[in-house]
């Protein structure tokens, strides 16, 4: 399933467009199925109904644990690194891997969990966060991690939409020099979420918990009651493997939905094949589980390919700007996926963090999340991979399950900071405004995608006419991606960023109206507007203009009071970087606020502000303008 040479892509390519149906099956063939598909896929974009291998039967961790036991079962599986680097790494073989997910798979349903049942993981980046992932999918159980970086609120309000039955913690999760309680954050959370009934506790920091008598568990004590043998349930190809909620430039994050059989079938193959992983090699994503790329490129893509995956607990420059290079070096990685920011935050440092360090075992390095500027993508290519390593720039969502766009490492030529060319499979279209479809080279426009895939999205959970508004109903019968592309003379696709409101902060996604909704709760503030505007390191920073009439002499304790309720609201991610207090907003007659000059005064324009006529009242602008200059 390896794609090895141009000529190859091309024609795999013109096949996979002209009979998708015979392409997936072909690539479906390669996985373990209990009972294949009696259709490879039905579909439409009008309601949205995409099923892929309907009728087939199978468990996902059959594919990642025990079809590679024979051949595999000693070989590592999970290599995990911890956040300090002079405790040991842990390595899981694959066979310790299998009993690990078993015990605690059986550990679930010895608390009444059933297939179907919606599992919240709020956990560290340990390999218990893997064994909790797969535990669910053993027994087809649904789950929903939410990144540690999250506020108790924003844990309710995702155990609360998708009816959360247990939740899988731990005390503390260490992130560089800093500690996050995440049980303590949790017991706030609970507060308002009458579905659970069990939380499972992981001892990791080791800082005192509170123990809810009837509710709270030790994972420790758990795991000794039960014994390793634990049959995978038979799922459905289109039973729900996972939820996965995320930001849109629209009211609170929607809970992603995908399905077991195409997803692993497409992160499978996606992993092998951009990659080019190959057999014995060490693949090292820096991402968190809590976001789709650890869920795809750190657990199932690498695990149903039997590679060895490694999982960091930390930060790539703690203690030290080394720390990244160090890792390298030890664990002798083949492979590093990471994200623009950490190559941004990295190269802040110089080359000297990366004196004597031996990198040569590096054969392919990736990039993904937001749009990497050329200086970052030289660096990355000169001085991690000596001019030696194709850089793959994946682009994909969450939505699309693995990756879209991107070069095939040794085989696309690359050209720098553009993810070139759509997988097999993928049939990218850009159109206007208006929907109508651009043609030709050398053009920019709305990014869509035309033919389902089997990663895609089947539906946010709990609200399916909101999937079918977000993503298929802005330009009918096409998948909406919300970027804006552009596709160069030689016909490459080169991302240019999200075209709706959601700042892409260090990776992440942030919706405006979110941020926005957060900075009102907070005592005193009328009105606020949030936009994103060019940050050297974190790609985009969050720029926020609030109305505060009462202002007193502190503002920096009032921007600091604010900054302290998003991160209740929402989690320390969502923090505006800039703050400006205003007297009005610029807004349309119609009360439309008009972001498009918020962004500009946000990059530092102060002339060319675009067509302002529209306004209610011009004087504001200037206002803040002068306001703005200040910071
Ligand atoms: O704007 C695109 C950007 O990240 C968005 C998806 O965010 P999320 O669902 O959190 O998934 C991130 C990891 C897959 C996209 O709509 N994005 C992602 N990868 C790239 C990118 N922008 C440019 N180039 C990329 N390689």
Not at 31 to 36: A, H, Q, S, T, Y
Not at 109 to 124: F, L, Q, T, W
Request: some cysteine; hydrophobic content about 40%.
């Amino acid at each position: 399933m390896q794609i090895k040479s141009f000529a190859e892509y091309e024609e795999t390519y013109r096949f996979s467009v002209e009979w998708p149906e015979k392409f997936w099956a072909g690539i479906a063939e390669e996985f373990l199925w209990r009972k294949k598909w009696d259709k490879v896929l039905s579909w439409n974009f009008s309601e949205p109904n995409i099923k892929w291998f309907e009728g087939a039967k199978l468990n996902i961790t059959e594919n990642c644990l025990d079809r590679h036991l024979a051949k595999n079962g000693d070989k590592p599986a999970i290599i995990w690194e911890s956040n300090d680097p002079d405790k040991s790494s842990i390595t899981l073989t694959y066979k310790v891997l299998h009993e690990q997910v078993c015990r605690f798979a059986n550990v679930l349903k010895k608390n009444g969990v059933v297939k179907g049942d919606r599992i919240c993981i709020y956990m560290p980046m340990v390999p218990e966060l893997a064994v909790a992932v797969l535990a669910c999918a053993r027994i087809g159980a649904v789950h929903s991690v939410i990144f540690g970086g999250f506020s108790a609120k924003s844990i309710a309000d995702r155990i609360n939409d998708s009816a959360c039955k247990l939740v899988i913690t731990a005390d503390g999760s260490f992130r560089g020099n800093k500690q996050i309680q995440l049980k303590e954050v949790i017991d706030d959370a609970l507060i308002g979420c009458p579905t659970v009934e069990k939380v499972i506790v992981l001892t990791h920091t080791r800082t005192p918990v509170s123990m809810l008598k009837g509710r709270d568990l030790w994972f420790e004590d758990e795991i000794k009651q039960v014994d390793t043998d634990c049959p995978a349930e038979e799922m459905d190809a289109e039973d729900m493997l996972f939820i996965l909620y995320t930001s849109g430039s629209t009211g609170k994050p929607k809970g992603v939905v995908h399905t077991v059989g195409g997803y692993m079938v497409y992160a499978g193959y996606t992993f092998t094949n951009a990659f080019n992983y190959q057999p014995d090699e060490v693949f090292f994503c820096t991402a968190d589980i809590g976001w789709i790329t650890g869920h795809s490129y750190i657990v199932y893509g690498p695990l149903s390919q039997g590679a060895t995956t490694l999982m960091f607990e930390g930060v790539p420059t703690h203690p030290t700007p080394s720390r990244l290079w160090e890792i390298i070096e030890k664990h002798k990685v083949n492979i590093l996926y990471t994200a623009p920011t950490a190559i941004r935050s990295l190269m802040s440092y110089g080359t000297d963090p990366l004196k004597g360090k031996d990198l040569s075992t590096l054969r392919v390095l990736g990039s993904v999340g937001e749009p990497i500027n050329e200086e970052a993508w030289h660096w990355f290519d000169e001085e991690v991979g000596h001019k030696n390593c194709p850089i793959v720039d994946t682009w994909w969502q969450t939505e699309t399950g693995g990756l879209m766009i991107s070069p095939i490492a040794f085989v696309t030529p690359l050209k720098p900071a553009c993810a070139t060319l759509p997988l097999p499979g993928i049939q990218p279209i850009l159109v206007d405004e208006q929907g109508n479809e651009i043609e030709g080279n050398g053009v920019n426009g709305n990014l869509c995608i035309k033919f389902p895939w089997p990663g895609m999205l089947r539906t946010t959970y709990g609200d399916h006419e909101r999937c079918k508004q977000t993503y298929f109903s802005t330009y009918p019968d096409l998948y909406f991606t919300g970027d804006g592309c552009m596709r160069d003379e030689d016909g490459y696709y080169k991302i240019t960023g999200r075209v709706d409101d959601v700042i892409n902060v260090s990776g992440h996604r942030i919706g405006t109206a979110e941020v926005e909704n957060a900075i009102n709760m907070h005592a005193g503030v009328v009105e606020s507007a949030v936009v994103g505007y060019p940050h050297e390191i974190k790609g985009q920073g969050i720029f926020a203009f609030i109305i505060y009439p009462k202002l007193h002499n502190e503002s920096d304790l009032t921007k600091k009071d604010i900054l302290q309720t998003v991160t209740r609201v929402i989690g320390a991610i969502a923090k505006p970087d800039k703050i400006v207090f205003v007297s009005g907003l610029p807004k349309t007659r119609s009360g439309k606020i008009m972001r498009r000059i918020l962004r500009k005064i946000a990059e530092g324009e102060t002339t060319n502000l675009g067509d302002t006529s529209t306004l209610l009242d011009p004087a504001v602008v200037e206002e803040i303008i002068v306001a703005a200059k200040q910071l």
